[in-house]
Structure formats: C-alpha cells, structure tokens
C-alpha cells in the first residue's frame, strides 16, 4: 500500500497526515544531517510513505535497487543466502536507513537480501531522484555525503565486530546498543548474526 507524503484527500485530513508524517520522516533526515527548511521541503515532496507484511523482501540480492528507505515503524533483517542456511549480519530498526550500498554507488547489483521480521511502515525515496537532487542543491548532495559516510562507519564496525569480537561481546554490544531487538527479532537469526548455534545463545543468555 502506498500514498504520497502529500496525498491529498481533504483538507484536514491532509493537514493532519502532512503533521504527523512530516515530523517522523524530518527527525529520521536530521539524524543524518540537519537540513535548510527550503531542502528539506523539496526532499520531503519526493518522498512517499509505504506498507508492507511481515515477510516482505524489500531489497533482493543480485538486483539493482531503485529506492532507499528509512524504516518509520517495524524490524528488518539482511542476509545472504548460503547453502545449509541463510547468514544474518544486520538488522534494522525504527530511524534507520535500508538501502543496497552497490547500487546506490554503482547503479550495481546488490549481494544483500532485506527481510521484514514485522509488519513495516517505511519512508522510500527513489535513488535516481536523490542523485538529481544532489545536483540541485549543495545541502542535499552535503546530507547525502554524511548518509554514505554513516552507511560505510556500519558495514565496517560490522566487519570489525565479525572479525575481532567474540560472539558473547557481539550479544554484549546488541543489548547495549539495540535492546529491543532481543524481544522482536527469532532467536535463531540473533544466533545467525552472531555466527553460533542457538544453544551456545541460549548459554550466553543464561550467562547474564
């Protein structure tokens, strides 16, 4: 299901949906980079707020994505599938970006799979747009640069966090940093994430 951020449908209405939809998408862009009230204005005019069911894949490996999507409410998971089972290395959750790296960059197909865990109510926002709109404005392209510097920061605290932690001080660091995710997100993908079975989670949550 999907409706402009804009749509019209009578006037109080459209006050009403512009008030509370404006403000969440706003903070989610601040969070980024705080942007000029004229920027931020000819941002928000391109972007469209969408629904989707738990189970949806939003992003799918070996395709080029046309969208980023800042998540308003919900829990998603990317991963990769292997042969005995798929391997979990992020999550995301309310204010956070989803977007396929190589294909913003690139144009290029990307390696990552993005699943809902809940039902989500997300923000999207089409990457060749974005890319005009670069162009146009010197405060989008600056909010743009920080989206990517922040986008590159996660993938390497993710491959630092895989290659140098134990998994105890990865669950450590998930309670700390994301603690609600241990109550919305199968334990069997936090156990993926951490690359161990579910019963050394189980023992590292006994553990606690």
């Known amino acids: ?36 009230e004229a920027s931020k204005t000819l941002m928000l005019s391109y972007i469209t707020a969408d629904s989707f069911q738990k189970g949806h894949i939003l992003l799918k490996a070996d395709r080029v994505e046309k969208a980023v999507y800042f998540i308003k409410k919900g829990i998603v998971r990317a991963f990769a599938p292997q042969a005995e089972q798929d391997v979990t290395f992020w999550f995301g959750e309310e204010g956070e970006t989803i977007l396929s790296m190589k294909s913003y960059v690139a144009n290029e197909k990307g390696y990552e799979n993005v699943e809902l865990l809940e039902d989500c109510e997300l923000f ?57 995710l241990i109550q919305r997100v199968p334990l069997k993908y936090i156990a993926s994430y951490l690359s161990i079975t579910q019963v050394s989670l189980s023992r590292i949550r006994k553990e606690k």
């Open 124 to 180: 999207e926002l089409k990457i060749d747009m974005l890319h005009k709109l670069y162009n146009q404005d010197i405060h989008i392209a600056n909010w743009g640069r920080r989206l990517a510097e922040k986008e590159l920061l996660k993938i390497e605290n993710r491959v630092v966090s895989t290659e140098l932690l134990s998994a105890k001080k990865r669950y450590d660091s998930l309670l700390e940093n994301s603690p609600g």
């Open 1 to 36: 299901m999907r409706k402009a951020v804009y749509e019209e449908i009578s006037i109080f209405d459209t006050l009403m949906i512009r008030l509370y939809i404006a403000v969440t998408i706003e903070r989610i862009l601040d969070q980024i980079y705080v942007l000029p």
